[in-house]
């Protein structure tokens, strides 16, 4: 678990094709001493395990379904991406619940600065617009972030100069894809209503057919 608030841009060290999908070395000098192996890490928001720690550097294996679903198989040596170390149970929650599952690939349509700060315009698969609304939270590469415009397939988010320069956003531009994850509380409602009207119609039917007629 996670909280979308980014504690390092680390650098990626080298990319290595393997049979199990794509192994990365990851430089973050900052994090490095609260890494340990086996520890989870959000990397543009997508939960790897630290495999080897080496100097200031990590390693982490990306399998082929994280590869297809995200943008982590676009890193390349030399890009920079956000890190953030598991949710301690002590630790503030400054964002919001990000698991580090990565629900759809979103692509970035628009960047306008708007005074000291930037806008975001983001498109995504129709089918998440359900889990979204105004002013609700939003996890962008791993970023927890406040959508504030939405229509029926982009969503709209506004940067601060401390979110542009602590994350890998200010390296973004049009046509670049951001792994986008929805607010968890949200599917987990939709998933508890959805079985609830199921089990309300199995109750339903279940008393009506076991109603007994008189003569």
């Known amino acids: 678990m996670f909280t979308g608030l980014i504690q390092e841009v680390g650098t990626i060290q080298s990319v290595v094709s393997n049979a199990e999908g794509k192994e990365f070395i990851i430089r973050a000098p900052g994090l490095i001493k609260d890494i340990q192996i086996d520890d989870s890490v959000a990397t543009n928001g997508v939960c790897l395990t630290a495999t080897k720690i080496a100097g200031d550097t990590f390693k982490v294996q990306a399998i082929h379904v994280t590869l297809e679903k995200t943008s982590i198989g676009y890193l390349k040596t030399g890009d920079k991406v956000n ?90 531009k049009v046509g670049d894809h951001l792994n986008l994850e929805v607010d968890m509380i949200a599917k987990y409602i939709e998933n508890f209503l959805r079985f609830d009207k199921d089990s309300r119609k199995e109750e339903w039917a279940k008393n009506f057919f076991d109603v007994k007629y008189e003569d």
């Open 83 to 172: 890190l953030e170390l598991s949710l301690r149970p002590h630790d503030r929650l400054g964002g919001h619940f990000v698991q580090g599952h990565v629900n759809a690939l979103g692509k970035i349509k628009k960047i306008e600065k708007i005074g000291n700060n930037w806008e975001i315009e983001v498109s995504f698969p129709k089918d998440l617009r359900k889990y979204m609304i105004s002013e609700g939270s939003i996890t962008l590469d791993g970023i927890s972030l406040t959508i504030a415009r939405l229509t029926s397939d982009t969503l709209t988010v506004a940067i601060i100069p401390h979110t542009l320069e602590k994350t890998s956003l200010s390296s973004k």
